[in-house]
């Protein structure tokens, strides 16, 4: 087994560079709000994602109330619920959970986890974070300008979004691809950084195979993002143009309101490629973060190490790479030649083969382990649940002919929303409830937590899984109302309006969640050091929460992996990662 | 035993509300029911993974909640396991994979015999075109659009003016017979769909794009647009009216034909201009 990387040994490589000093703050200002500090750069991201998550949370409640009950409520009009639908997606897709993940799970852990001081780049790392909030706050002034926000679907496809009968021509459009381009500038600023800290700055004896996941995760979606988010920026440059100056790249002849436009010669088809050739790795964007981080949880609190563990990262891996080539899954009815889907069929369902395994290596995790009911872990269990839910609803969509009748239908909308909404998010809760005594030295509530957890997981179950039947049934996404027809029976309407009180529900769990991160940081329970006993090195820093460089006066070695629960013949249940060969945890009696 | 109920329940409730839940396909009106056999059998072998999984968390959360004189094992991996793992999962995605493509091979084959007639999309209303006594389609461009020629039919295309228009009104098809359905769009994107036939595909200005099918029972079904478009998108509807032989031989006779509406509207025109100069 000596080729397997969780083998402890003594031996640690000599350092092969002195250390090069950190920026030190001077003033409140550099410390806490121009900050190069990435654990204060990664609060600031998770705390600007959260307050524009919100915008898009109480948006998709306006959503919700315009399903469940048409012609009820009059400030709700067409022009405004497409708007309402488009910011809600992209924001979700983009600006809370890119940001979330990589900007606010990436900052605060990779270098704590690979036992570094801070990142390789602090000046861009900042420089970053106050791109990003450029864009939000890009993002959102296109609700006070002239024509409101766009209303063209977050998927923005021309020759809608820049045409006069859709809502935000004027401004929306606009302020919206400039805004993306921004984050995409923003985030490459960071992604560099977490790409060449996990490369470069590793302290001695971290291996890439003794990586814990949840590096591994952030690392490959990283690589993902910078190579995939570069289609976006030329696709919206492309689209800016056409817009502001009248080229042709999207739009072919055209004729408005009987009128012939001056646009000729462009492809409608080829903005869809350039979107989901972002678009699908974007969904893994979001998802592989989160298979770190679950893996992480799930291993720290069933006591027991990760089961199989390169697989694990190969399987990162592999995913990360067919995940480019699987991007036309999304335009099987789009028009593009029919052959192709053939190829992107046969790919799309290769993808779910590794998939798959990461599913049974988490519930392999849970066999024989000594698990403890934690919020960290009822949440991965949800996690878990939704994740293989949204997983085979993905089966029937990967599947070209089968995709034919159920695309753009409701269908689609309940399959992404539980693997790339719903599932993602329940992670994104577990990590919080899991490193929340980090950050600030305190628990969390546990009641309010539970509370938090039922209703979450259960409530957005009830919304998610029947939504699929009435995409079965045929009814359409992105409609404003489904008026009349002669195949949707009454008990829909009734069903939508189940959904939406659902969806309030949850919503206002989500509000006894925000209570309960305000509340504990005065209230809660004084958290011990390492509560959890978990191996990785973020738990093992001198301080909690840890303090400006991390690990003190000396960095950590580390002799193994992280995933040393429950090792036969000795006595705690967890070696810390940078405990040697033969000795025990520190902080385990 | 409470978390592992639940999940219990979350299967269970999940089978159930799948067996009686009153929304499912609508009946199918069209010869696609190899689409909803795939669906089935989708249905069928992620099913029972679902199931299988869910099962077995229940069962390892009961069987191994923490207790404090009991220890996790230590098996860091099980290549055998891994790897049956791996091979029956290929071999479940290839059971799905392999009719799907067989059906979608039999989608974009058009048969020989299919009569092909023509959608046109724009914001938002839906317009037809049959082939005229000649049994073809003149050719049509977006930039031959006119007040009169409002689908841009081409005027010096012989075979173009015998078409049949419809325009804003109900589609009739006659039950039986395939058709290939062309679509074009003059605007933006639309797409052409209804659901008892199980098809649909985006209509692509710039560009014309097509499926087939052969409609197989009589009745009047909804056409939707599935294509967000503007503000309207919602309610861009139409309805198709599929008929028996003689039914649809009746209608089509009543419709009017290409030449015939230019000729109407140059009336039109000349009689509004005739009384303005009165
Ligand atoms: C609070 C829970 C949420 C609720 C109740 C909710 C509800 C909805 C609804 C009703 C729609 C419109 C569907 C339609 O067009 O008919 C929608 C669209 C969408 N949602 Fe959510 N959503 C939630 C959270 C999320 C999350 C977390 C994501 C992140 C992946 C997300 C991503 C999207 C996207 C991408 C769209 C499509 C927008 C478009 O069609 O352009 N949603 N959501
Ligand atoms: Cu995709
Ligand atoms: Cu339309």
């Avoid at chain 1, 315009?66 to 488009?86: C, E, K, R, S, W």
Wanted: proline share 5%; with cysteine.
């Amino acid at each position: 087994m000596a080729d397997i990387g969780h083998d402890a040994a003594d031996y640690a490589p000599p350092a092969e560079l002195e250390e090069v000093d950190l920026y030190h703050a001077k003033s409140w200002i550099t410390k806490y709000v121009f900050s190069q500090d990435a654990k204060v750069i990664g609060i600031q991201y998770a705390l600007t994602a959260t307050a524009i998550g919100l915008v898009a949370l109480v948006l998709s409640w306006l959503i919700r109330l315009q399903l469940g009950f048409p012609d009820t409520f009059n400030f709700i009009d067409a022009a405004g619920y497409y708007q309402f639908v488009t910011m809600h997606g992209m924001i979700m897709v983009v600006y809370l959970l890119t940001a979330l993940f990589l900007g606010g799970f990436g900052n605060y852990l990779i270098p704590l986890m690979v036992g570094a001081r801070d990142m390789v780049f602090p000046y861009v790392n900042m420089l970053s974070f106050w791109i990003y909030f450029l864009a939000v706050l890009v993002l959102v002034s296109s609700w006070f300008l002239p024509g409101g926000p766009t209303g063209a679907g977050w998927t923005l496809y021309p020759p809608q979004a820049i045409m006069q009968g859709t809502p935000g021509r004027e401004w929306g459009i606009i302020m919206m691809l400039l805004s993306l381009a921004l984050f995409i500038i923003g985030f490459t600023m960071g992604g560099l950084n977490y790409v060449v800290t996990i490369l470069q700055a590793r302290t001695r004896g971290m291996t890439l195979m003794r990586m814990p996941l949840t590096v591994w995760g952030i690392f490959v979606a990283t690589i993902l993002a910078l190579l995939a988010f570069p289609a976006l920026f030329v696709g919206a440059i492309m689209m800016l143009l056409d817009r502001v100056l009248g080229t042709s790249f999207f739009m072919p002849h055209i004729v408005e309101l009987g009128e012939h436009l001056k646009y000729g010669g462009g492809s409608p088809i080829l903005f869809q490629h350039l979107f989901w050739f972002f678009g699908h790795p974007e969904v893994y964007i979001v998802a592989l973060p989160a298979f770190g981080i679950v893996s992480d949880l799930i291993s720290t609190h069933a006591r027991k190490n990760v089961f199989g563990y390169r697989m694990m990262v190969w399987a990162l891996v592999a995913i990360g790479g067919l995940s480019f080539i699987v991007w036309a899954h999304h335009m099987y009815v789009s028009g593009m030649n029919p052959y192709f889907g053939f190829f992107f069929a046969t790919t799309t369902l290769i993808i779910a083969i590794p998939t798959a395994l990461k599913v049974y290596n988490w519930v392999l995790t849970l066999w024989k382990g000594n698990i403890r009911l934690t919020l960290p872990m009822l949440f991965s269990l949800g996690f878990i649940v939704t994740f293989v839910n949204g997983g085979i609803t993905g089966l029937f969509l990967g599947n070209v002919v089968v995709d034919v009748p159920l695309s753009d239908t409701l269908f689609v909308v309940a399959h992404f929303h539980m693997v790339m909404g719903v599932a993602p998010i329940m992670v994104i809760f577990g990590a919080i409830y899991h490193w929340y005594p980090l950050m600030t030295g305190r628990m969390l509530h546990e009641g309010m937590g539970k509370f938090h957890f039922w209703i979450t997981f259960l409530g957005a179950y009830l919304i998610y899984f029947p939504m699929h039947y009435l995409g079965f049934l045929g009814m359409p996404r992105r409609y404003f109302e489904m008026g009349e027809t002669s195949f949707v029976p009454e008990s829909a309407a009734t069903l939508n309006e189940f959904i939406t009180v659902t969806a309030l529900i949850v919503g206002f769990a989500q509000m006894v969640f925000l209570f309960n991160l305000y509340w504990s940081r005065r209230n809660g329970i004084v958290a011990e050091k390492n509560p959890w006993h978990a191996n990785s090195l973020e738990w093992q820093t001198p301080e909690m929460p840890p303090g400006h460089g991390n690990f003190g006066k000396e960095l950590p070695v580390v002799y193994r992996w992280p995933y040393d629960y429950s090792v036969p013949g000795v006595e705690a249940d967890f070696i810390p990662q940078n405990v040697p060969a033969g000795g025990t945890a520190t902080g385990a009696e | 035993m409470f978390v592992a109920i639940i999940l219990i329940l979350v299967a269970v409730g999940s089978v159930l509300f799948h067996l009686w839940s009153p929304w499912w396909s609508t009946p199918i009106a069209s010869n696609w029911g190899y689409i909803d056999d795939t669906i089935d059998l989708t249905f069928w072998i992620t099913g029972v993974v679902y199931i299988l999984i869910l099962f077995f968390m229940a069962y390892c959360v009961w069987k191994f909640q923490y207790r404090e004189d009991r220890r996790a094992d230590y098996e860091p991996e099980n290549n055998k396991l891994e790897w049956g793992l791996t091979i029956l999962t290929t071999l479940g995605v290839a059971g799905m994979l392999a009719p799907g493509l067989i059906v979608w091979n039999d989608f974009i084959t058009v048969p020989k015999e299919a009569t092909a007639f023509e959608v046109v999309g724009q914001q938002w209303a839906w317009n037809y075109r049959l082939p005229g006594k000649d049994g073809k389609l003149g050719t049509a461009a977006t930039q031959n659009i006119t007040d009169e020629n409002p689908l841009g039919i081409n005027p010096n295309d012989p075979s173009g003016q015998d078409d049949v228009l419809i325009q804003s009104e109900d589609l009739h098809l006659e039950v039986g017979k395939p058709v290939k359905v062309l679509m074009r769009s003059i605007d933006v994107l639309h797409d052409f769909y209804v659901p008892q036939f199980r098809a649909k595909m985006d209509m692509v200005p710039g560009t014309i794009t097509y499926f087939w099918m052969t409609p197989t029972r009589t009745g009047t079904f909804d056409v939707l647009c599935a294509e967000l478009c503007g503000v309207a998108h919602h309610a861009m509807r139409s309805k198709v009216v599929v008929d028996n032989a003689s039914d649809y031989q009746t209608w089509l006779a009543e419709q009017e034909t290409f030449a015939q509406s230019i000729a109407e509207a140059r009336n039109k025109t000349k009689t509004i201009k005739t009384l303005a100069s009165k």
